[in-house]
């Protein structure tokens, strides 16, 4: 079965410009997840959906937002983005909350 | 805050020989712990886990240690192989065994050398 898809993988944005990032989870799940990855932080919780609800939320101002639709697929969104905000972005999927979590390549998002 | 670290940042090792990467965390209530592998330009791919009832679990090639006492977690690799070669995450989770909000250590990088 396909795994998690993330769309698009690369992109390029200026500051102050706002971006949004698109995940299709494995066939059937229903958890997912969103998780920053930079060289400094490393890998950082951003925020999880269930059922189209958002459960759990990281440490990250309001400019990362997140949804998720009727078929489970899930998009966050950045606004204002700034130089910092350069990272891959992860996204996770999971039948259940305590499943094995299943990641994608990414999306490696540059700001300049 | 609590976080999860590692000892090693890198770790070199050659072919054939035993890898053994570290993890500290400092959040007692933590549950349950992956250990995950990540080779450049993919995401985090799950290698094995342990609940915090047990103190030791075997895959194939690999076995994780988990000490409560000393609050340590490590990874076993045995017969390191070149595709072995890639950055390896810790992860806790503190809400009942849960994945769908996990703690990343910073990554240990192995590189496999012949």
């Known amino acids: 079965k396909a795994g998690v898809t993330q769309t698009p993988r690369y992109l390029i944005k200026t500051r102050g410009q706002q971006v949004t990032l698109s995940c299709s989870p494995i066939?059937?799940?229903?958890?997912v997840s969103w998780y920053q990855q930079t060289p400094g932080q490393g890998l950082q919780f951003l925020f999880e959906?269930?059922?189209?609800?958002?459960?759990n939320k990281g440490n990250f101002p309001g400019r990362f937002s997140g949804r998720q639709f009727s078929n489970s697929r899930s998009e966050m969104n950045v606004s204002t983005l700034e130089l910092g905000d350069s990272a891959l972005y992860l996204c996770?999927?999971?039948?259940?909350?305590?499943?094995?979590?299943?990641f994608g390549q990414g999306t490696r998002l540059t700001v300049v | 805050g609590e976080s999860v670290g590692l000892h090693l940042p890198t770790l070199s090792v050659q072919e054939g020989d035993n890898s053994i990467i570290n993890c500290a965390y400092s959040?007692?209530?933590?549950?349950?712990f992956i250990w995950y592998k990540q080779e450049s330009g993919k995401g985090p791919q799950f290698i094995i886990d342990?609940?915090?009832?047990?103190d030791k679990r075997q895959g194939q090639r690999v076995t994780v240690l988990l000490n409560k006492t000393v609050k340590h977690l490590s990874l076993q690799i045995a017969a390191t192989q070149p595709g072995d070669s890639a950055v390896y995450f810790c992860?806790?989770?503190?809400?009942?065994?849960?994945?769908?909000?996990?703690?990343f250590g910073t990554g240990t990088r192995l590189q496999v050398f012949p």
């Open positions: 992860a806790e989770s503190q809400r009942s065994y849960n994945t769908d909000k996990l703690i």
């Open positions: 066939s059937g799940h229903r958890s």
């Open positions: 342990i609940r915090s009832n047990m």
């Open positions: 959040n007692s209530a933590s549950d349950y």
């Open positions: 996770a999927s999971s039948l259940l909350s305590d499943t094995e979590a299943f």
């Open positions: 959906y269930f059922s189209e609800t958002q459960r």
